[in-house]
């Protein structure tokens, strides 16, 4: 009678990793799979549209929810710039103390960017910068604030609901001035 050594028949220990390497790898090439076919299960497989439950909702639904191509935030950023009036970076030291003029100024600078580079789109994140000297940091900071506010409360249609990033930051620079960075948002869901 023959004998076997000790160990034949049975899997070494150490392959146990490789054989779970390559089943996470396994379950990642399917995940993967799954999120290039936009999760319909199936590469190129489209979903159908939904009948239209009665005659009025048939109205030219809005561009922002009918956008065909990638969902979510668009990654290009739209960067303007506006003067404002003399003083500007140090009335806003108290938030909410710019002038109706620039607050004129803001709204239309923001009007003719979405115009120029909107295409039917909502406003998903917005980054400011209050440009002013070291020494009025604090001070160009709450101007970004006081702007982002602003354009939030001026213009709400043109933001993708309330839950829309703002950020206030501070650039180096002569003061009374702002940077606006706009990122639209490709398909604003649950927004008519």
Not at 52 to 78: N, W
Not at 108 to 136: C, H, N, W, Y
Not at 154 to 167: D, I, M, S
Request: aromatic residues 6%.
């Amino acid at each position: 009678m023959r004998r076997r050594p000790p160990g034949a028949g049975i899997a070494p220990r150490h392959l146990a990793g490789w054989l779970f390497a390559d089943l996470f790898l396994v379950l990642f090439l399917v995940v993967l799979g799954m999120v290039a076919s936009d999760g319909t299960g199936a590469a190129g497989a489209k979903k159908s549209p939904k009948p239209s439950a009665s005659p009025s909702s048939s109205a030219s639904p809005s561009p922002s929810r009918t956008a065909k191509g990638p969902t979510g935030l668009d990654p290009r950023r739209h960067t303007f710039a506006v003067s404002l009036s003399s003083g500007a970076t140090g009335r806003a030291a108290g938030r909410g103390n710019l002038n109706a003029a620039d607050r004129k100024k803001i709204i239309a600078a923001l009007d003719k960017e979405i115009r120029a580079s909107g295409d039917g789109r909502r406003i998903g994140m917005v980054i400011t910068f209050g440009v002013a000297p070291q020494s009025m940091l604090g001070a160009a900071t709450d101007l970004a604030e006081d702007v982002n506010a602003t354009l939030k409360s001026r213009r709400p249609q043109a933001f993708c609901g309330g839950n829309v990033g703002t950020r206030p930051f501070w650039s180096g620079g002569s003061a009374d001035r702002v940077e606006i960075e706009l990122y639209y948002i490709n398909a604003c869901e649950g927004q008519g």
